[in-house]
C-alpha cells in the first residue's frame, strides 16, 4: 500500500505493479498484523512460561524424579474417571513435568511437581496459553477455510516484498531510500517509514512468509508429499516391516515436526500377553539416548504403542521411537539424520523462523522482523488514510498502457503454479479490477 511516483514520465510497469500492491496490501493487512503479534509471542514462548507461568513450569530441584507412573497416578486422581494420554518428562531438574488426560468433558494439561507429585495447575489442551496464540496464528480456530486464507495472505506477503522492492528503487531521488522526510504531520513521513522499514526487512519478510508456507493446509501438504514421493522427505522405508494403523503421528501426538507429521504410526504387532507399564516404556526411551524432556505417548488400544518424541531447538535432537507395548521392540527409531534433503532444508527454515537456530540472536532478528511487518502494516494504512479522496477507496491508478496486463497475467500465472491458491486469489482480483472496476461507473469512482 506504499505511495510512491517515479520521478520520470508515467511507467506503466509502475503503476500497475504500485495498484496491485496496493490490493494485496488491503486484503493482506489485518492478517499481517495478527501475524506478527502472535509470531512475535510464540518466539519467546519458553521465556514467557518460565516467568509469567513460572508457577507451573519452575519447581525446586529435590533428588531423584518419581516414577512416570506415580506422576500419572496423581494427575489422573486430580480429575477422576480421566485416563492419561501423554507424559511429558521435565525438560530439566527444575521444570515441571505434564501429563495430558482426557475427561468425560474434555483433554486436560496436568502440571505436576516431578519430586512431590503435587498438582501445580491444569488447563483445557486447547485453552493453554501458546496453544490459543499458535492457533490464531494459523486461524486454526476457524476451521481449513480460514487456515487456507493465511496460505493466501502469506503469498500476498511474497507478493508485497517483491512489488515493494521494485516501487522503493530510488530511481534517482535520494529522500525516502534511507532517510525519513518530513514530520508526522505529513504524508511523506508515513511513506517513508513504509518504504525504509519495508526495504530494509524486506527480505527477511520473504523468509518469514516462505517458511511459514510448509506448515499450511495445501500447500504444505503437497509439498510434504512430493518431498516424500522423491524420497526426499521422511524416510519411507522403516516402516515398510512394521504393521501400521490408519493414523497419522499428528493426529496422535501434541507436538510431532513437518517432517514427521504424516508419518503412519505402527502397530504392536504381538497383540498377546502383558503390555508394557509406562515405567518400562520410559525405561527404553531413556535408554535409547532421546534428549531430555521427551513426550511419552501411551497406547491408544491393545494394537497401540508407546511413542517417545522429542523436538527441540536442536535439530540434530529430533527423535522418534514407536514402541511395541508387549515387547518393548523397537518398532521405528528414525531422527533428523534419517531426513531426505528436503526435510532437512525446510525443517531448518521452520526453525529460524520460529527462533530456535542460533539461540538469543536467532530471535531477536525474527522478532525485529515482526517489528518491521507491525510497522509497515500500521504505517501504510495511516498514509492510505491521508491520501485517500473523500468518499473513495483511492486506489493507485490503472496504468495507462492496459496491454501491461497481459504481462503481469504471465507473470501470476507463474506465480499461480507455485502458489496456487495465493495464485487463484490474484486470478480473482484481476478479473474483478479488469471487468468490474473498469465497466460499472459505480465501482469505478469508488476505487478511484
Not at 513450569?57 to 506422576?71: F, H, K, Q, W
Not at 493446509?217 to 514421493?229: R, S
Request: net charge positive.
Amino acid at each position: 500500500m506504499t505511495d510512491m511516483s517515479p520521478s520520470s514520465q508515467p511507467n506503466n510497469l509502475y503503476f500497475a505493479l504500485w495498484r496491485w500492491h496496493f490490493y494485496a496490501g488491503l486484503i493482506a493487512l489485518p492478517f499481517m498484523i495478527s501475524l506478527s503479534i502472535t509470531g512475535a509471542l510464540y518466539l519467546f514462548k519458553d521465556e514467557i512460561n518460565s516467568t509469567f507461568f513460572a508457577k507451573r513450569n519452575i519447581v525446586m530441584a529435590a533428588g531423584a524424579m518419581l516414577p512416570p507412573s506415580a506422576i500419572v497416578a496423581k494427575a489422573e486422581a486430580a480429575f477422576p474417571q480421566s485416563h492419561a494420554l501423554s507424559f511429558n518428562e521435565p525438560a530439566s531438574e527444575t521444570s515441571s513435568a505434564n501429563v495430558i488426560i482426557a475427561t468425560q468433558q474434555d483433554k486436560q494439561i496436568v502440571w505436576l511437581d516431578p519430586y512431590s507429585g503435587q498438582v501445580l495447575d491444569s488447563v483445557p489442551r486447547n485453552r493453554e496459553f501458546f496453544t490459543v496464540v499458535k492457533h490464531l496464528h494459523s486461524l486454526d480456530f476457524f476451521g481449513d477455510i480460514a487456515n487456507m486464507l493465511i496460505e493466501i495472505v502469506a503469498g500476498f506477503a511474497l507478493v508485497l516484498v517483491v512489488t515493494g522492492f521494485y516501487l522503493w528503487w530510488p530511481r534517482g531521488q535520494r529522500g525516502g531510500v534511507m532517510s525519513v522526510r518530513g514530520t508526522a504531520g505529513k504524508r511523506v513521513f508515513w511513506r517513508d517509514i513504509h518504504a525504509v522499514s519495508g526495504a530494509i526487512a524486506g527480505a527477511l519478510i520473504f523468509f518469514l512468509a516462505i517458511t511459514g508456507m510448509p506448515w499450511s493446509g495445501y500447500w504444505g501438504e503437497k509439498t510434504h508429499a512430493l518431498a516424500d514421493k522423491a524420497g526426499m522427505g521422511y524416510p519411507q522405508g522403516m516402516w515398510d516391516n512394521v504393521p501400521n494403523s490408519d493414523m497419522h503421528a499428528n493426529h496422535m501426538m501434541d507436538k510431532v515436526g513437518w517432517t514427521l507429521s504424516t508419518s503412519p504410526v505402527p502397530q504392536s504387532p504381538s497383540h498377546s500377553g502383558a503390555s508394557l507399564n509406562i515405567d518400562d516404556a520410559y525405561k527404553i526411551a531413556r535408554g535409547s539416548g532421546m534428549a531430555r524432556g521427551f513426550q511419552l505417548n501411551l497406547p491408544k488400544d491393545a494394537e497401540g504403542v508407546f511413542t517417545a518424541s522429542v523436538f527441540p531447538d536442536d535439530l540434530s535432537q529430533q527423535r522418534l521411537l514407536h514402541i511395541d507395548q508387549y515387547t518393548g521392540q523397537k518398532l521405528v527409531d528414525v531422527g533428523f539424520k534419517d531426513y531426505g534433503a528436503a526435510a532437512k532444508t525446510i525443517e531448518f527454515g521452520i526453525n529460524v523462523h520460529m527462533g530456535q537456530e542460533w539461540g538469543r540472536l536467532n530471535q531477536l532478528l525474527m522478532l525485529l522482523t515482526c517489528f518491521a511487518i507491525l510497522l509497515s502494516s500500521v504505517t501504510a494504512a495511516i498514509m492510505w488514510w491521508k491520501r485517500r479522496p473523500q468518499g473513495r477507496l483511492g486506489v493507485p491508478p490503472q496504468p495507462h498502457d492496459k496491454k501491461i496486463y497481459r504481462t503481469l497475467l504471465i507473470v501470476m500465472l507463474i506465480f499461480g503454479c507455485a502458489f496456487p491458491l495465493t495464485g487463484l486469489a490474484i486470478l480473482l482480483m484481476l478479473g474483478f479490477d479488469l471487468l468490474l472496476v473498469r465497466h460499472i461507473p459505480l465501482l469505478r469512482k469508488a476505487f478511484s
